[in-house]
């Protein structure tokens, strides 16, 4: 997550938005960043490449190739204890030992600046390492 973070918060502030992207650890403990690229259009749909990071780790966790991973997202989300919607960086983190966590970083831009509301989390979806369990 300090690995992945840091930079979606530089696209933030660089050009307002970004696209998912990823990250993993290998078994051997470096830290491996992930992008998706689509050469079919300027504009791919989030999920769409939400969907191929998910694939990618899901090989990786396969085949061995990986301990953890995180995705991370540009979302809209209802933070805890309000009743607006907000912006914020959403990263997914799935770990083979079976945690599983979406941690939110709430932002707004005002005057061309990013301001950073309390950070919080909740429980993950664990559909990255989940699927090697129920596999024959």
């Not at 090989?59 to 301990?67: D, I, L, Q, S, V």
């Not at 941690?103 to 390492?129: E, L, M, N, R, W």
């Amino acid at each position: 997550m300090n690995e992945l973070v840091p930079f979606a918060k530089q696209m933030l502030a660089k050009h307002g938005e970004f696209y998912p992207f990823g990250g993993f650890i290998r078994e051997g403990g470096q830290i491996v960043h992930v992008g998706v690229t689509d050469e079919e259009t300027d504009m791919p749909k989030s999920s769409d490449q939400v969907f191929l990071l998910k694939e990618d780790f899901r090989e990786k966790a396969r085949n061995g190739e990986c301990r953890a991973v995180g995705i991370v997202i540009d979302v809209r989300i209802t933070p805890p204890g309000s009743s607006e919607k907000s912006d914020a960086i959403q990263i997914s983190l799935d770990h083979q030992s079976g945690y599983s966590a979406d941690v939110f970083y709430p932002y707004k831009k005002v005057h061309g600046s990013i301001t950073y509301g309390a950070i919080f989390a909740q429980q993950g979806d664990g559909d990255i390492f989940e699927r090697l369990e129920s596999q024959p």
